[in-house]
């Protein structure tokens, strides 16, 4: 049963001062665990994704927790930031998602081709192909032109799957055009519009479109995808045991063996403040991907909420061995009136878990902040919470 630990402080290596107190008991941390600045981490985590957490976090918890080829898992992995990291840190990864979009994110990039294979396989996609007449409003997002490249590399990566042929060059392709599909900057395929993790309707890109008097421009899909795909791969890529991705709700673990895991950093849905569908929408028509496949869960209310994370931490103390690690965040919602990380605490007192600590890294807003698609301070996240669990022996 869960018991509340006089732990020792964490090894807390960052410069900033710390904030130490108790909260019913609870040793809470409040401090800057990791800097705030921009393109701190390696350049294969620069895809985006809506409320993603920045490679500071989990790498702040592995360097804590593991050693090379221990086993890290998030359940839920979205851009695959946690199991991107552990690889880079020569972990083994496994990471899941309810959406089988986060693994089309995430798994190219733990073993990235070469800029050479990327480009000969490019020369080899046609560039041209006939519209369907139900993929004509998306000319409201891409010049005609556009389009119809895009149409070819679909057309491609659906010819290949079907032959057996779709190899890892495929995929990291595809993975590349699946973050160029739409954004703010001439780099993305579309025209002007939101930034690419939250796609806007098509009426709403009209609507766009007239305000800023643009017509969308033609863009060269497969230089766009070269030219992302030299900025991706410039730190190196990483040279990690074997990885394992699957598409798995968090609740429903039977897939991992009992104990096998050292560590999970991980972030579930906040309430219902993101509906992963509907912004993922036009990333779901190029993936060739039905919406109703994503069994993503939005809590309506808190009792959902408890409900579904209480499942999920039953699944999670059955997979985490021993004396492992649960680092679990919780984000700030609703300008801090809801600390959810009192929920997962609660929840934690009928499992084989101990609370070793909540630490909440304060943070001076930058631009990643965005990832949350809201006004910074206004409704999204102000800080990291993350509750720290133990695995009790049983
Ligand atoms: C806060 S995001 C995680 C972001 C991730 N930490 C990152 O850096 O990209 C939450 C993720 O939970 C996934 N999700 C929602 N419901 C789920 C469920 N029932 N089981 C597993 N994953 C789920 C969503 O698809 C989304 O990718």
Same mark, same amino acid.
């Given at each position: ?118 480009? +000969?396989?490019?020369? %080899? /996609?046609? *560039?041209?192909? &006939?519209?369907?007449? $139900? #993929?004509?409003?998306?000319? =409201? ?78 863009? +060269?899909?497969?230089? %766009? /995808?070269? *030219?992302?795909? &030299?900025?991706?791969? $410039? #730190?190196?890529?990483?040279? =990690? ?92 919602? $609703? ?60």
């Amino acid at each position: 049963m869960s018991a509340i630990r006089q732990q020792s402080a964490p090894a807390i290596s960052q410069t900033g001062q710390f904030v130490r107190e108790r909260r019913d008991g609870i040793p809470y941390i409040i401090g800057e665990f990791w800097t705030a600045k921009q393109r701190q981490s390696h350049s294969l985590h620069e895809i985006s994704y809506r409320a993603c957490f920045k490679a500071e976090l989990p790498e702040y918890f592995i360097k804590r927790f593991t050693k090379p080829s221990d086993t890290v898992f998030d359940p839920f992995m979205g851009r695959g930031t946690t199991p991107l990291q552990a690889a880079l840190m020569e972990r083994k990864a496994i990471a899941s998602d309810a959406s089988p979009l986060s693994l089309l994110l995430a798994r190219p990039r733990l073993a990235p081709p070469a800029v050479e294979a990327i480009e +000969a396989r490019l020369a %080899l /996609i046609p *560039r041209t192909a &006939r519209i369907a007449q $139900r #993929d004509l409003p998306l000319t =409201a997002f891409y010049h005609p032109d556009t389009l119809a490249q895009l149409v070819a590399l679909k057309n491609w990566f659906r010819r290949r799957t079907g032959s057996g042929d779709f190899d890892s060059i495929d995929d990291w392709i595809r993975m590349v055009a699946l973050n160029r599909l739409s954004g703010h900057s001439s780099g993305f395929f579309s025209g002007r519009t939101m930034p690419p993790n939250q796609a806007v309707s098509i009426a709403a890109q009209k609507k766009i479109n007239q305000r800023l008097g643009q017509t969308p421009p033609p863009r +060269a899909v497969a230089d %766009l /995808i070269i *030219r992302k795909s &030299r900025s991706l791969l $410039r #730190d190196g890529v990483p040279n =990690a045991p074997r990885s394992r991705f699957v598409v798995s709700e968090s609740t429903r673990l039977g897939w991992l063996k009992r104990d096998s895991v050292d560590l999970v950093v991980t972030s579930p849905p906040f309430l219902n403040i993101v509906d992963y569908k509907s912004d993922n929408w036009l990333r779901l028509w190029f993936a060739d991907l039905n919406p109703e496949d994503l069994t993503c869960t939005t809590p309506a209310n808190l009792d959902q909420w408890r409900s579904f994370i209480g499942k999920t931490l039953v699944a999670l103390a059955r997979v985490v061995r021993s004396g492992g690690y649960i680092a679990f965040e919780v984000g700030e919602i $609703r300008n801090g009136s809801l600390p959810l990380e009192k929920e997962v605490i609660a929840l934690a007192q009928n499992l084989p878990l101990t609370v070793n600590s909540v630490c909440i890294n304060k943070q001076i807003f930058t631009k990643t902040s965005n990832c949350w698609g809201v006004s910074n301070n206004a409704h999204g996240t102000n800080s990291n919470r993350v509750v720290v669990l133990e695995r009790n022996a049983v």
